[in-house]
């Protein structure tokens, strides 16, 4: 897994538009696309974890509820991050 999250946004950490992200997913073979999901995966469930230590409640279940939280609010996510290229 060499960076696969780096494939699927700009050096400037906004996500790339479709037609480049596929671009650049696709030139790299099939896994990658299952590798930049995986990658971001982990980086969801660590960072969740380390908002339950800083919260004192690192269980599975607090964790999970964060996870869920992001999903449900993951529009709001989008809005604070660098960007969508379109």
Not at 20 to 36: F, I, K, Q, S
Not at 37 to 48: D, H, N, S
Not at 69 to 77: F, I, K, P, V
Request: net charge negative; glycine share 12%; no cysteine.
């Amino acid at each position: 897994m060499a960076g696969s999250y780096n494939h699927v946004v700009t050096k400037k950490g906004k996500l790339r538009a479709p037609d480049d992200l596929l671009g650049m997913l696709e030139a790299r073979g099939r896994g990658d696309v299952y590798e930049a999901v995986e990658e971001m995966y982990g980086m969801i469930w660590f960072l969740a974890h380390e908002i339950g230590i800083e919260n004192g409640s690192d269980s599975p279940e607090f964790v999970a509820k964060v996870v869920e939280e992001a999903r449900l609010n993951y529009r709001e996510g989008l809005e604070k991050s660098p960007g969508v290229k379109r």
